[in-house]
């Protein structure tokens, strides 16, 4: 079973930056792609960032492009998203996730409790 521990988040304001951080554990981490999701008020659960095994290939969603940046530090266990230039559009509950596979389009199967970002105006 996998476990996964987010933090860093908390209030900024607009423009400001947070890094959010995952620790996991569990499984051969370095085996496995890694992704960021969120959830706002009202919506559903959406990929932000996703980063793949080795680090050396990553995906983003179009509303954070040239933003956000998904890096992974494999000796630690642990995945990152540096969110710079927050909007309060990226306010939402922001959940690590664990890959099937090696790479982000084997898709995701374990999932944190979530760090909640609140971006005021």
């Known amino acids: 079973q996998v476990q996964l521990v987010e933090s860093g988040g908390g209030l900024v304001q607009a423009g400001g930056s947070l890094r959010l951080s995952c620790a996991a554990s569990?499984?051969?981490?370095?085996?496995?792609?890694m992704g960021w999701f969120r959830q706002a008020p009202g919506k559903e659960r959406a990929v932000v960032a996703g980063v793949n095994w080795s680090g050396g290939r990553t995906y983003y969603a179009d509303s954070v492009k040239g933003r956000f940046a998904i890096s992974r530090a494999n000796a630690n266990d642990t995945v990152y998203l540096q969110m710079n230039n927050l909007k309060p559009e990226d306010t939402a509950v922001y959940y690590c996730?664990?890959?099937?596979?090696?790479?982000?389009?084997?898709?995701?199967?374990?999932w944190g409790q979530g760090t909640q970002v609140t971006v005021s105006s």
């Open positions: 996730a664990a890959g099937s596979g090696a790479q982000v389009s084997a898709g995701f199967n374990f």
């Open positions: 569990g499984r051969t981490f370095s085996n496995y792609a």
